[in-house]
């Protein structure tokens, strides 16, 4: 038995050991794609985690060349579990190369780099008032329709670590429209501010009588509801066109309600944000949208679920919107959303007006690089809703913008 324990426990050693190479799960090239600061982070970080990876793996052939027939009963027990955490780890590291290697080709690199740089500016309007320290954010590339967060300072799946950074997916289809990054960085602040258990309240008190389906659902859809709210404001009607062209898909998802989802279903989910449009703007494009969205997808075809839910929340929903972005909230330090990020900024009059005053410098200027990269994402989204003719110009001379950014100087992020 003791052979045959120390043989395997051998094997996965050597395993530990081999998982310390960094360079294994993402090329030299890639790691060098990415800002230092992070790459500093993420290094460190997985360093470590193999490191006491490979502590418990001697600790275990310590116990097996010492143990007695008991002994190496237990020692057996422990190997399965080494065996698990080594998975546990392995995933990790497998998840971050992955995220790094993106970085290999120089032109993807710089892009993306250039999206690092617009998510950690998003972070900061909230975050920075209120003292919270902006996490590095590392965004990579992939497949589908959704973009998706995996949150700094959350356990990861080795058990025990906490993320060192946000990874952010952004998707093939918007990487040149990546509001979704806002919406992503909307769920990074809402966890470390604790912005969605005090939503959760509030959507439940207004979204309809109490104890209703409404009110019910509206509460458990908080987190999405901030993120989108979080978008909204930093990026304007964008982001809810974005959105829009995310989840008009086929007619059983518009009307879906999953028990358990935090997505607010796409029928409502669409309404709420041009409502937050119409709040803040007042009559604009995004009526025709709304609109539209009702004539392709009468409610009246809708699930039972849905109605239900729909005839206690349309008439709430300017109630909703200004509760969402208007009322202070102890999560702000009383404060509300928009006293910190104030849609009236990427409203479409003032992002007009920036682009008319800025010229071509919008594009190559480095201040408004550094303190308007936002507007500047608000700007081009907003013309890729409206425009359809110039929409494909200003896509390029915002890619051009978005590679220049990525090939500046890092960044340090305020804390």
């Not at 025709?288 to 392709?296: C, F, Q, R, S, Y």
């Not at 109605?307 to 330090?333: E, G, I």
């Not at 110039?390 to 960044?411: I, K, N, S, Y």
Request: aromatic letters at 6%; charged letters at 20%; a neutral charge.
């Amino acid at each position: 038995m003791r052979h045959q324990l120390a043989r395997q426990v051998a094997h996965w050693r050597a395993a530990t050991v081999a998982l310390g190479d960094l360079e294994a799960f993402a090329a030299p090239a890639a790691w060098a794609g990415v800002e230092h600061y992070l790459s500093r982070e993420l290094r460190r970080h997985l360093t470590g985690v193999v490191a006491a990876l490979r502590a418990r793996g001697d600790h275990l052939a310590a116990q097996v060349a010492s143990g007695s027939g008991e002994d190496l009963a237990t020692v057996q027990r422990e190997l399965v579990a080494y065996r698990r955490r080594y998975l546990q780890v392995e995933t990790v590291l497998e998840f971050f190369g992955d995220a790094v290697n993106h970085r290999a080709t120089p032109r993807l690199g710089a892009l993306l780099r250039g999206l690092d740089m617009l998510a950690a500016d998003s972070l900061l309007p909230v975050l920075g008032p209120l003292g919270h320290a902006a996490p590095p954010v590392l965004t990579y590339v992939d497949k589908g329709l959704g973009a998706s967060i995996l949150r700094a300072r959350v356990r990861l799946w080795d058990g025990g670590s906490l993320s060192p950074a946000a990874a952010i997916k952004v998707t093939r289809h918007n990487l040149l429209r990546p509001t979704a990054l806002i919406h992503e960085t909307g769920h990074q602040v809402a966890h470390l501010t604790g912005w969605n258990a005090e939503l959760a309240g509030v959507l439940r008190a207004v979204a309809g009588p109490a104890g209703s389906p409404a009110s019910l659902a509206w509460s458990s859809w908080a987190s999405e509801v901030a993120a989108d709210v979080h978008a909204f404001a930093l990026v304007g009607y964008g982001a809810v066109a974005a959105l829009h062209d995310v989840v008009a898909g086929e007619r059983e998802s518009v009307y879906r309600i999953l028990p358990g989802d935090p997505h607010p279903a796409a029928w409502l989910r669409v309404l709420f944000n041009v409502e937050l449009c119409r709040l803040w703007f007042g009559a604009g494009p995004w009526d025709e949208l709304g609109a539209a969205w009702v004539a392709t997808h009468p409610l009246e075809r809708g699930t039972p679920e849905l109605r239900v839910v729909a005839r206690d929340t349309l008439p709430r929903l300017s109630a909703l919107a200004a509760a969402c972005t208007r009322r202070p909230m102890r999560s702000f330090d009383g404060r509300a959303l928009a006293a910190l990020a104030d849609p009236t900024r990427v409203s479409p009059t003032e992002l007009e007006r920036l682009a008319a005053r800025a010229g071509d410098s919008l594009w190559t200027s480095t201040h408004l690089q550094r303190h308007e990269s936002l507007r500047i994402l608000a700007w081009t989204s907003l013309r890729a809703a409206l425009d359809l003719a110039d929409a494909p110009r200003v896509a390029a001379r915002f890619e051009d913008w978005l590679l220049r950014a990525g090939d500046g100087p890092a960044t340090l992020p305020s804390i």
